[in-house]
């Protein structure tokens, strides 16, 4: 008679999905970057929690920077297309990404994206330099995928407090720079700008910090003049 197996004793197949996904956006983001580069467009992937002032920070960028570079938007939301019609208010080219419920997008979301953003351009005559992805509101999710971008920025406003480094440190650590918004209303929160800088910083030593008031355009051409230098030297 055959013996029984001990359930404890069976070697079980253990396949590390996770890992697997990673690898392979790693590599589609990687592909993704050298084609950019060899077509000479600079992608910015712009990061933050809901509510933050991402659409209100393009808005005021775009005026800055459109006669000189010709801008185009991907708004990621989960729905709606509130945010590429503000953005297209202003003179960008704009397509609206819906996620269908995904908090985030990968690379081959935003290789598809860019291929819609670029007929949008194409349409209109244009020819594209910089490519933002404003990506779905969240300090986590978006920040464990690479979707090919250039450079990443996250945007911190006073309202979440100067902690979040220390609560979401992935986001701070992935990104090139830091964007503080709402400005304007610090006296009204229990924010420091010299704490937020420290946590900051203890995440990601040495990242720039560019304080701002997205309403008002306060700040914003410090932050012109980062990405300005960041297109040149990609160039």
Same mark, same amino acid.
């Given at each position: 008679? /055959?013996?029984? %197996?001990?359930?404890?004793?069976?070697?079980?197949?253990? !396949?590390?999905?996770?890992?697997?996904?990673?690898?392979?956006?790693?590599?589609?983001?990687?592909?993704?970057?050298?084609?950019?580069?060899?077509?000479?467009?600079?992608?910015?992937?712009?990061?933050?929690?809901?509510?933050?002032?991402?659409?209100?920070?393009?808005?005021?960028?775009?005026?800055?920077?459109?006669?000189?570079?010709?801008?185009?938007?991907?708004?990621?939301?989960?729905?709606?297309?509130?945010?590429?019609?503000? !953005?297209?208010?202003?003179?960008?080219?704009?397509?609206?990404?819906?996620?269908?419920?995904?908090?985030?997008?990968?690379?081959?979301?935003?290789?598809?994206?860019?291929?819609?953003?670029?007929? /949008?351009?194409?349409?209109?005559?244009?020819?594209?330099?910089?490519?933002?992805?404003?990506?779905?509101?969240?300090?986590?999710?978006?920040?464990?995928?690479?979707?090919?971008?250039?450079?990443? %920025?996250? !945007?911190?406003?006073?309202?979440?407090?100067?902690?979040?480094?220390?609560?979401?440190?992935?986001?701070?650590?992935?990104?090139? /720079?830091?964007?503080v918004n709402k400005m304007d209303v610090a006296p009204y929160f229990d924010f420091s700008l010299e704490q937020a800088e420290k946590n900051v910083h203890l995440r990601?030593?040495? !990242?720039?910090?560019?304080?701002?008031?997205?309403?008002?355009?306060?700040? %914003?051409?410090?932050?012109?003049?980062?990405?300005?230098?960041?297109?040149?030297?990609?160039?």
């Amino acid at each position: 008679m /055959a013996m029984a %197996v001990d359930e404890r004793e069976r070697e079980l197949r253990v !396949i590390e999905v996770r890992e697997s996904v990673f690898a392979s956006n790693d590599r589609a983001a990687d592909e993704l970057r050298a084609a950019n580069r060899e077509d000479g467009l600079f992608l910015l992937n712009l990061m933050s929690s809901p509510g933050s002032g991402k659409t209100t920070l393009l808005t005021r960028v775009i005026e800055r920077l459109q006669p000189e570079t010709t801008i185009g938007v991907m708004e990621a939301d989960i729905d709606s297309d509130v945010d590429a019609r503000a !953005i297209d208010e202003v003179g960008a080219v704009a397509v609206q990404l819906h996620t269908g419920g995904m908090c985030h997008l990968d690379a081959g979301m935003t290789r598809r994206g860019l291929e819609e953003l670029r007929a /949008a351009a194409e349409d209109a005559g244009l020819s594209l330099d910089l490519a933002v992805l404003e990506n779905v509101g969240n300090l986590v999710c978006p920040a464990e995928f690479d979707t090919g971008a250039t450079k990443n %920025v996250a !945007i911190l406003s006073v309202p979440e407090g100067d902690d979040k480094p220390l609560k979401y440190p992935l986001m701070f650590q992935v990104v090139d /720079a830091v964007v503080v918004n709402k400005m304007d209303v610090a006296p009204y929160f229990d924010f420091s700008l010299e704490q937020a800088e420290k946590n900051v910083h203890l995440r990601h030593p040495g !990242i720039p910090l560019f304080p701002v008031c997205a309403k008002t355009g306060d700040g %914003v051409d410090a932050f012109c003049d980062w990405l300005r230098d960041q297109m040149k030297l990609d160039a």
